[in-house]
Nanobody
């Protein structure tokens, strides 16, 4: 069984910073992509940023220059450093991973974390 567990959400004033972490555990053979989505009230879930196993990144335009993703492949962990936070960044942030397990090494499937709330307000 695979689990993705997020941590680091909370409340912050506009202009502040938060760091999210997501660790994948279980019988993981390989992780191709990890990243973050977010969903604000009344809106669709949207991609924030993703990172491949080789370090290639894909950022949403709205977070470029403010958010930075990093990845520790040895720990199956991804981090999201969020700076200059704005009220529009308020959302539930979900970690996801596209990975293969040892029992089926040729098949990559998507997995989601439970989400962590980020609130930006004064």
């Amino acid at each position: 069984q695979v689990q993705l567990v997020e941590s680091g959400g909370g409340w912050v004033q506009p202009g502040g910073s938060l760091r999210l972490s997501c660790s994948a555990s279980g019988s993981i053979f390989s992780i191709a992509v990890m990243g973050w989505y977010r969903q604000a009230p009344g809106k669709q879930r949207e991609l924030v940023v993703s990172i491949t196993s080789t370090g290639s990144t894909n950022y949403a335009d709205s977070v470029k220059g403010r958010f930075t993703i990093s990845r520790d492949n040895a720990k199956n962990t991804v981090y999201l450093q969020m700076n200059s936070l704005e009220p529009d960044d308020t959302a539930v942030y979900y970690c996801y991973g596209t990975l293969a397990v040892y029992s089926d090494r040729s098949t990559y499937r998507g997995y989601w974390g439970q989400g962590t709330q980020v609130t930006v307000s004064s």
